[in-house]
């Protein structure tokens, strides 16, 4: 379970979040809509204990990310915004140095789920950017953890490694909880049970994922100042 | 911690780059004492002690400037701090792996106590073994201090040229003002201050073949010190 509680940071005089407060249970899918800017990667970075909450309580699991690193970070797989990698290194030394850190967790079964059977003796700096998105996939997927965040999983990548990914995340809701930020209204209505929009650092719409065809775009539409 | 000073090494040596710093400190710190050993007449190695911190105030640096200003450039600090790491971990993992490269750079030098006391004994003068492995442990001292202090700069900034610059530049006035050079000019109060911050004087006393618990103090409170800097740095910028 992750809970925040009137989490807010702020860097220097810019207020990046602002008292937001939500809980997300195991099994729930929660898409994190909102513009650039808006607060989702600050919110996600604090979550995985990446940045430290200027005020405000998180707890991942009953563990505090900041305090209680090692313990949330073994739960939590992540994948940055613009899946930052060690592109000199080959796809498996990648995966083996992480699977490494994380103790445990196997390569091949995660390899194969991904699709990556083919690339591991090449470079990352070699693949192209769908491989490369599959390759962070692969490493926020190793050890096994119980939560996945996912910091816009389907940047960049054209629709069919977007179909690929998403069904990927379908797959591996049924046992985990997944955040996931996206600008891609209808990935959220595809893959998404609950849906946080975010606006200037708040929270400005937090439910379930409406079923009739649209109505996220309307909501979203309605949340979202534009000015 | 043991993956990730694996990885790093990993870098390194499959990196054209690392054997080229590699071979230049080599080359420089073989020739340098080569060029004069025949004139110097004895069968020392002090002379070759004495230059190391010299080539090793650019070598060092250029061995550590990339540990966490890259990471930070190209974001992989993300990747990671949010691993099951701490920053305690990352930052010892870096300088283990940075001490064991420089290790490897001096024992490209290996061949000329060897070739020396090969010398020497041919016109039956030996080499001091003890001396040779007592300077050689000085000069690991030397080095792990510097790594120490260039990982310090190279989290204080996101481009590898600005943190060779910063250590290069401090290692150049710590190495400086230990010399009759800077504390002739002085009064004899500050003098004996820097005498006693500069590493070079510490060394000495290494070179010199003699095993001193300060001169050991002053090296391991120096890494200690920028070490955990460093850390608290790290952990600061959140």
């Keep these: 379970m992750i809970t925040l509680q009137n989490v807010s940071k702020q860097f220097g005089s810019k207020i990046a979040v602002n008292k937001i407060s939500f809980e997300i249970k195991t099994g729930e899918v929660v898409g994190f809509l909102g513009l650039n800017g808006a607060g989702k990667t600050t919110t996600m970075r604090m979550i995985t204990g990446f940045l430290t909450p200027t005020n405000g309580v998180i707890q991942v699991d009953g563990h505090d990310p900041i305090n209680e690193h090692i313990a949330v970070a073994t739960k939590i797989g992540y994948l940055p915004e613009n899946n930052p990698q060690y592109t000199d290194m080959k796809v498996s030394e990648y995966l083996h140095f992480i699977r490494d850190v994380k103790k445990h967790g196997s390569i091949k079964e995660i390899v194969y789920d991904v699709g990556l059977v083919d690339m591991m003796d090449k470079k990352i700096e070699q693949l192209s950017r769908g491989y490369k998105q599959r390759v962070g996939l692969a490493a926020a997927l190793l050890g096994n953890p119980k939560i996945l965040i996912l910091d816009e999983p389907t940047s960049g990548l054209d629709p069919i490694e977007q179909e690929k990914i998403r069904n990927l995340i379908k797959k591996l809701a049924e046992t985990k909880i997944i955040v996931f930020s996206t600008h891609i209204l209808s990935e959220v209505e595809d893959v998404a049970t609950r849906l946080i929009i975010i606006d200037k650092g708040q929270v400005v719409y937090d439910g379930d994922k409406p079923k009739e065809k649209g109505s996220i775009e309307r909501i979203f539409k309605e949340k979202i100042n534009f000015v | ?238």
């Excluded at chain 2, 007449?41 to 090793?56: K, Y």
């Excluded at chain 2, 400037?65 to 971990?89: H, V, Y």
């Excluded at chain 2, 060394?203 to 608290?232: A, H, N, P």
Aim: hydrophobic share 55%; charged share 10%.
């Design chain 2, 1 to 238: 911690m043991l993956p990730l000073v694996k990885k790093e090494l990993g870098h390194f040596f499959n990196n054209p780059f690392g054997y080229m710093i590699l071979i230049i400190f080599g080359l420089f710190a073989n020739f340098l004492f080569v060029k004069d050993v025949f004139l110097v007449g004895t069968v020392s190695m002090r002379q070759f002690f004495s230059l190391i911190p010299w080539i090793g105030m650019i070598f060092i640096p250029a061995i550590s400037m990339r540990s966490i200003a890259e990471e930070r450039r190209l974001n992989t600090i993300e990747i990671l701090r949010t691993l099951p790491l701490t920053e305690k971990q990352i930052i010892i993992a870096k300088f283990i792996c940075l001490l064991i490269i420089s290790t490897v750079g001096l024992a490209l030098t290996i061949g000329l106590p060897v070739s020396l006391n090969i010398i020497g004994s041919s016109v039956g003068s030996n080499l001091y073994l003890p001396e040779v492995i007592v300077g050689y442990i000085g000069l690991l001292f030397y080095f792990a201090m510097g790594i120490a202090l260039s990982i310090f700069f190279s989290e204080m900034t996101n481009s590898q040229v600005t943190a060779i610059l910063l250590s290069s530049i401090t290692l150049f006035a710590l190495n400086v003002i230990g010399t009759d050079f800077v504390g002739n000019v002085l009064p004899k109060v500050i003098q004996d201050i820097l005498v006693t911050l500069s590493p070079i004087n510490h060394l000495d006393v290494f070179i010199k073949g003699i095993l001193d618990i300060r001169s050991v103090f002053y090296f391991t409170s120096s890494v200690v010190v920028f070490i955990t800097l460093t850390i608290l740095n790290l952990e600061k910028r959140t």
